[in-house]
């Protein structure tokens, strides 16, 4: 069911906690090399999903296949191929940062000779190297989150999975970590990762999932998502008032303001769209300016499963 070119791949994955269903039958792939964003509310089955898919809890039904492995056949296979940040911290906090990078590499059976040159890289990777010999304890949760990513990466995994990794974040340790993540990627590493934070999956992900209910209710590019509910416009600016009201007869569809000499027509923001548009329009410098809007994903996922992000937790922890 897996090529080389796919890191991912889940048909019919189900998951049940009594008569509650987490899972409903979820299908997806994410190629190599890539990020794929699962975004939905709390308790939209975000985490059941990365769980299972890293082998930590078993499906009901359904088959999934990570890094070429079977996650229920070949579970001690899929475990060497991956790392996983989870929503809460793994640092040992009594211990230093490098102390906890050492910990890492000796649960991985990395000899301290292969060991060490890892660490140190990884220190500075981080921005850690100032801080590595002081105790975790006493580091801001910024610095906590890229030692804990930095721990999932000392067998040097090919596929990571980050669970809400920028939960609790300041926006500025939340763009350090995207920076991160962009480098792995850049690296060839794929990233699966699960948030809550729309703009977090419009900046990372070649592609992303919407979970709601335990189903996947749309898939696509940050774009292609975008285009699926109606809300576009483009935005035109009239020289003057004797301008607009050419613009108008122009364009009988457009809706205009008299006050901000503006006229808004319907758009999907495709640019076959807006050659027709500039068709219309003459040449003759009745429009100074034309802003193009399109929907966000805040816009989808509002449409798409009529509630916010952030909700009270429905999924059954483990």
């Known amino acids: 069911m897996t090529t080389r070119t796919h890191a991912i791949e889940v048909a019919g994955l189900r998951k049940s906690y009594g008569d509650h269903q987490v899972l409903a039958g979820v299908d997806l792939t994410v190629p190599a090399g890539s990020v794929y964003a699962l975004l939905g509310p709390n308790g939209a089955g975000k985490t059941t999903a990365v769980r299972i898919l890293s082998t930590l809890l078993p499906a009901d039904a359904g088959a999934a296949r990570v890094a070429g492995h079977d996650v229920r056949r070949e579970a001690d296979r899929v475990r060497a191929s991956i790392g996983v940040t989870g929503q809460f911290s793994a640092v040992d906090e009594l211990l230093t940062g490098r102390e906890n990078l050492l910990l890492m590499a000796d649960?991985?059976?990395?000899?301290?000779?292969?060991?060490?040159?890892?660490?140190?890289?990884?220190?500075?990777?981080?921005?850690?190297?100032?801080?590595?010999?002081?105790?975790?304890?006493?580091?801001?949760?910024?610095?906590?989150?890229?030692?804990?990513?930095?721990?999932?990466?000392?067998?040097?995994?090919?596929?990571?999975?980050?669970?809400?990794?920028?939960?609790g974040l300041d926006p500025r340790s939340r763009r350090d970590l995207w920076g991160i993540v962009r480098e792995l990627v850049a690296d060839e590493v794929t990233v699966f990762l699960t948030t809550q934070y729309l703009e977090e999956a419009d900046q990372l992900a070649d592609r992303i999932g919407v979970l709601d209910g335990g189903r996947l209710v749309a898939e696509g590019t940050a774009a292609e998502l975008k285009r699926l509910i109606p809300g576009g416009h483009v935005q035109l600016q009239a020289a003057g008032s004797e301008q607009l009201a050419q613009l108008v007869r122009q364009l009988p569809d457009a809706i205009p303001n008299a006050e901000t000499l503006t006229v808004t027509l319907p758009h999907d923001g495709s640019l076959t769209a807006l050659r027709r548009l500039l068709d219309r329009i003459e040449d003759d410098g009745a429009v100074t300016a034309l802003a193009v809007h399109t929907p966000d994903l805040d816009d989808v996922f509002l449409a798409l499963t009529g509630r916010p992000t952030h909700e009270p937790s429905q999924e059954v922890p483990v």
Do not use: N, W
Request: charged residues 30%; glycine residues 6%.
């Open 107 to 167: 649960l991985g059976h990395l000899d301290r000779l292969r060991a060490q040159p890892v660490v140190e890289g990884l220190l500075e990777r981080f921005d850690l190297a100032d801080a590595a010999d002081r105790r975790a304890a006493t580091y801001s949760g910024g610095m906590k989150r890229r030692l804990d990513l930095a721990m999932t990466l000392v067998p040097c995994p090919r596929l990571i999975f980050l669970d809400e990794p920028t939960t």
